[in-house]
């Protein structure tokens, strides 16, 4: 049971690039968030997906698209990377939504 | 909206000794409340939650935290510091009020860095 998984680990950019961040959990949870956590900020919630089938806008999901692949795989894509991009990205999950989150390991992103 | 603050960046503690780690928040509704801790280059690891019930709560590796809904408060507490007790935490809130929608929005503080000396 590996939890909640994030690749890659880490990524430099350059500006203006596309990547996709993965995320995917082995818990059978029906909830799955991505949050960026920048220092003196917290964390901030960029997009969820309640549930299979449904994404919703968080608190900053300019610059951000995100795809609910299955049950267990939500992705992050950035279109065009901008060094105000440059953060930790972290994934999570919960049962429901009302429940307990679980975070992935994060990556560390470099927009230079 | 809702809203959580620590008012602490960091907070110094010797080993053996009592720690408090504070946390106000701000709902219109009824909070859910969490702890979480993260470690040095990894995730955050739940350690405890308030929903409902007994004010006080205990979690993993021996931390508690109390509800006090009259100073809408949620101090993270623990009788005796450890050296491996040192990193940072995190208190967050999510507003049960009904009808809200939009999934588990969960508010963070900007994070308490605790750390244990000998």
């Known amino acids: 049971n590996a939890g909640v998984t994030q690749t890659p680990k880490f990524q430099v950019l350059k500006t203006g690039q596309s990547m996709t961040l993965q995320c995917a959990q082995d818990m059978n949870h029906n909830s799955m968030y991505w949050y960026r956590q920048d220092p003196g900020m917290g964390l901030r919630l960029i997009y969820y997906?309640?549930?299979?089938?449904?994404?919703d806008k968080g608190e900053v999901p300019n610059g951000y698209n995100v795809s609910r692949l299955n049950k267990r795989e939500f992705s992050l894509r950035l279109e065009s990377a901008a060094p105000s991009q440059t953060s930790v990205y972290f994934c999570?999950?919960?049962?429901?939504?009302?429940?307990?989150?679980?975070f992935g390991p994060g990556t560390r992103l470099l927009v230079l | 909206a809702q809203s959580v603050a620590q008012p602490e960046d960091q907070v110094n503690v010797a080993e053996g000794n009592p720690l408090t780690v504070k946390c106000t928040y701000s709902v219109s509704g009824n909070p859910y409340l969490f702890w979480y801790v993260q470690y040095p280059n990894r995730g955050l690891q739940f350690l405890l939650k308030y929903i409902t019930g007994d004010n006080l709560v205990k979690g993993s590796y021996g931390f508690e935290a109390e509800f006090n809904k009259s100073q809408t408060s949620f101090h993270l507490k623990k009788p005796s510091a450890l050296v491996s007790d040192s990193a940072l935490y995190f208190c967050?809130?999510?507003?049960?009020?009904?009808?809200?929608?939009?999934?588990?929005?969960?508010?963070f503080g900007t994070g308490t860095q605790l750390k244990v000396e000998l």
């Open positions: 999570a999950s919960s049962p429901s939504y009302e429940e307990t989150q679980y």
């Open positions: 997906s309640a549930s299979e089938g449904t994404t």
């Open positions: 967050a809130v999510r507003d049960i009020k009904k009808g809200t929608g939009g999934g588990n929005k969960l508010t």
